[in-house]
T-cell receptor
Framework: GENVEQHPSTLSVQEGDSAVIKCTYS??????FPWYKQELGKRPQLIID?????GEKKDQRIAVTLNKTAKHFSLHITETQPEDSAVYFC???????????FGRGTSLIVHP | DAGVTQSPTHLIKTRGQQVTLRCSPI?????VSWYQQVLGQGPQFIFQ???????GRGNFPDRFSARQFPNYSSELNVNALLLGDSALYLC???FGQGRSSGNTIYFGEGSWLTVV
């Protein structure tokens, strides 16, 4: 089955800095990669996703890049703000099962 | 427009007891999935139902079972509760079950289960 590795587990930045979270996946047939933001005690919420037919997608301060050859994808947050502090999860949809496999999460802390 | 709704939001059970968690998907969504999230980890897939049929099952023991009703709502049942079953149980819905466009999954707020 699919295996998703996510790094780093914790990321601490100053307000205004950029943050990058990286994930690798094992199943070359995976072709959908969503990112979720989970605030403390809340549900995971989809913030951006990318499909394998594109290499990059942007939405205001958030962008995701995908390298299919290397089987890794990354979340980029620019001009970070304290309200960006949360746990971020990446996921990949495995080719055979249609079930997303999640990474272990990255706790992002943005210091004012 | 209502999102995915789950009940109860919090509950405490004793070891050996049974629990039923409920989920209503977003209107129009036909697929419901259940996830277990232990503190500090990502959601772990338990079940997926589509059009009232089980379409996927994660690596969980037979104590876990689920079903989907004609209105696409779903229940997750866990029997013979263990301390290790304490977790946030998330329900997610999507329009379809595959990887094509429109199959983004949306999570409910979850049910916090504590087993003592």
């Amino acid at each position: 089955g699919e295996n998703v590795e996510q790094h780093p587990s914790t990321l601490s930045v100053q307000e205004g800095d950029s943050a990058v979270i990286k994930c690798t996946y094992s199943d070359s047939a995976s072709n959908y990669f969503p990112w979720y933001k989970q605030e403390l005690g809340k549900r995971p919420q989809l913030i951006i996703d990318i499909r394998s037919n594109v290499g990059e997608k942007k939405d205001q301060r958030i962008a995701v890049t995908l390298n299919k050859t290397a089987k890794h994808f990354s979340l980029h947050i620019t001009e970070t703000q304290p309200e960006d502090s949360a746990v971020y999860f990446c996921a990949a949809l495995s080719g055979g099962s249609y079930i997303p496999t999640f990474g272990r999460g990255t706790s992002l802390i943005v210091h004012p | 427009d209502a999102g995915v709704t789950q009940s109860p939001t919090h509950l405490i059970k004793t070891r050996g007891q049974q629990v039923t968690l409920r989920c209503s998907p977003i209107s129009g969504h036909k697929s419901v999935s259940w996830y277990q999230q232990v503190l500090g980890q990502g959601p772990q897939f338990i079940f997926q139902y589509y059009e009232k049929e089980e379409r996927g099952r994660g690596n969980f023991p037979d104590r876990f079972s689920a079903r989907q009703f004609p209105n696409y709502s779903s229940e997750l049942n866990v029997n013979a509760l263990l301390l290790g079953d304490s977790a946030l149980y998330l329900c997610a819905s999507s329009f379809g079950q595959g990887r094509s466009s429109g199959n983004t999954i949306y999570f409910g707020e979850g049910s916090w289960l504590t087993v003592v």
